[in-house]
């Protein structure tokens, strides 16, 4: 869910792990993109990682974050499991 998302997100902040962002705007905040995400019909949020060096002097390592919703569009004609 986005609220486990979101829980994620917070405890990887304050482990100092990584930092998350908007890939699309680097500058716009996370919380700010995810509420948008959450009232829009968009089927998935994209977000870049930041990851923090394990050791002095290493560099920062980028990743990316995928969140999938997995509900149905509105009028999708799929069956319903027995």
Known sequence: TLRALR???ALAREERL???????DPKR???????????????????GIRYEPTED????????????????APGDAALDRP
């Open 7 to 9: 829980d994620s997100i």
């Open 18 to 24: 990584c930092s998350f962002y908007n890939v699309d």
């Open 29 to 47: 905040d996370v919380e700010l993109t995810m509420s948008e995400f959450k009232s829009s019909s968009q089927g998935y949020l994209r977000l």
């Open 57 to 72: 002097g290493a560099p920062w390592r980028d990743g990316e974050l995928l969140y999938i919703r997995m509900r149905l």
